[in-house]
């Protein structure tokens, strides 16, 4: 029974999703309603687990002084005084919370995505290498793209964005294309197996 | 050991401080060159353009402050557009850390236009569900959202009036990070509930846009920092966006350079080997 009633469920919700889509009316619809309903409580309730288990986590590393244990405490301290802040005086723009959102959150955040640039650099150096032909087309895309897609390129000739633009327009919306029918057949051939109760991977095990 | 070899294993803080340079002095000492404007971003402009006055449009804020130098400025430039127009914005998020940031491009843009919260704009702030709150708000917007983001009902918020769900928008752009963005915006928005369905994305993602926008899909574009800096220039307001395209072109070039010598000295490597 433990798995029989998840999987006749999986069966019963996914089979009215599939046809609510070409008939959404009474009484599928109004099932598709009452799921969506649902869906969006469970997503509510994610979020209070997802900070429960960040607690515990980090707890139990603080606990156990674990290396780097300092951090958890940062971590534990940012998300109490957030929390506090936002419940006990809100979050509108002149609350304690947009201050330190504005004054702490953007520009730490920021910091640690502008690191990216110097890595990038750092890699294009030692591994962007043409070491066979198919890595040579990437290259030369690659450069060519980088130089439409600045005004730079424009001023060095006047060239370089037309064949930018035909790049991204021709070839990658041809590629993009193909990956995305893939990807949609894929979907479409997972959903079908978990419907039927062909794949179980998500009920744990087998 | 070589000199190929040698210079092949640079001190990467070296490499370091070359690209930290390159973004840094063409910020400081601004060249000004002149910006191209591709024709997704003319899209997405004529998309809003073309509104009539007191239309309403709709602005999902799904992004975050690690996207912010891309998103941040055609945020703003966007949310020009529509009060120069005339149009109602109702702002959401389907990223929690989106709402600050929309609420701060709402509150530089209505001073600018003189224009006031509730009448032409409102932020109707986070909720969860991702694309099973777009969904949702094809039935119902109030039901959704009570409340806005600062605690006022919906039902006392004037640009409110008359907006039950998506059919009564006319426009919704995504500003999107990632996952939930524009293509849940797209497949539900637009493919289900048939409203018109516009984005700004960052620059990495921008390619994986270009079938939606090519089956007419989405109605326009605007990529990463390029994006928002072409949207100022149709909007005759240089701002953050421009100048750093100036710092974005010295970074690439540098980016390029490093690309030829490495494999210069790849290729000197294996002449030598051979």
């Keep these: 029974m433990r798995r029989q009633i998840p999987l006749a469920i999986t069966l019963v919700v996914g089979l009215v999703m599939v046809v609510q889509y070409f008939v959404p009316h009474k009484p599928v619809g109004n099932l598709y309603d009452l799921f969506n309903t649902w869906a969006i409580v469970i997503f509510a309730f994610a979020i209070v687990l997802g900070v429960g288990n960040l607690i515990k986590i980090h707890g139990d590393r603080i606990y156990r002084l674990e290396r780097g244990w300092g951090y958890s405490v940062l971590l534990l301290l940012g998300l109490t005084v957030m929390i506090i802040t936002g419940i006990g005086w809100g979050i509108e723009p002149g609350t304690s919370f947009f201050y330190l959102y504005w004054h702490l959150y953007v520009p730490m955040s920021s910091t640690m995505f502008a690191l990216l640039a110097f890595f990038i650099a750092s890699a294009s150096y030692r591994a962007f290498r043409a070491r066979n032909f198919e890595a040579f087309l990437l290259l030369i895309s690659a450069v060519l793209v980088m130089l439409g897609r600045v005004p730079m390129g424009k001023a060095l000739w006047g060239q370089f964005p037309v064949i930018a633009d035909w790049i991204m327009k021709v070839p990658n919306t041809a590629g993009q294309r193909a990956i995305m029918i893939g990807i949609a057949l894929g979907v479409v051939s997972t959903s079908l197996r978990i419907i039927l109760g062909i794949e179980r991977a998500h009920l744990g095990g087998e | ?274």
């Design chain 2, 1 to 274: 050991m070589g000199m190929g070899k040698k210079l092949s294993q640079i001190d990467r803080r070296i490499i370091f401080l070359v690209i930290g340079l390159a973004v840094a002095l063409p910020l400081l000492f601004p060249i000004g060159l002149q910006i191209r404007v591709s024709e997704p971003a003319q899209r997405m402009y004529k998309a809003i353009d073309q509104l009539p006055p007191g239309s309403k449009v709709l602005i999902s804020f799904d992004y975050d402050p690690t996207t912010m130098p891309e998103l941040y400025p055609m945020n703003i430039a966007l949310v020009r557009h529509c009060f120069a127009k005339d149009l109602k914005v109702i702002g959401m998020a389907l990223w929690p850390t989106g709402v600050p940031l929309g609420e701060e491009a709402f509150e530089i843009a209505a001073k600018d236009y003189g224009k006031s919260y509730g009448q032409d704009y409102v932020n109707l702030g986070y909720k969860a569900g991702d694309i099973v709150l777009i969904s949702n708000l094809g039935k119902s917007i109030p039901q959704q959202f009570p409340i806005d983001f600062r605690g006022t009902p919906l039902e006392e918020l004037p640009i409110m009036k008359g907006v039950r769900s998506l059919k009564n928008i006319d426009l919704v752009i995504d500003l999107s990070a990632g996952f939930p963005g524009i293509v849940e915006w797209t497949m539900i928005a637009g493919g289900r509930h048939h409203v018109k369905v516009g984005g700004g994305c960052t620059a990495v993602s921008a390619p994986s846009y270009y079938p939606y926008l090519q089956s007419k899909q989405i109605v326009g574009l605007l990529g990463g920092m390029k994006g928002a800096a072409e949207y100022e220039t149709l909007m005759n307001a240089r701002g953050a966006a421009a100048g750093g395209m100036d710092a974005q072109s010295i970074a690439h070039l540098v980016i390029i350079l490093f690309i030829f010598i490495g494999n210069l000295f790849m290729f000197l490597g294996n002449k030598g080997k051979a």
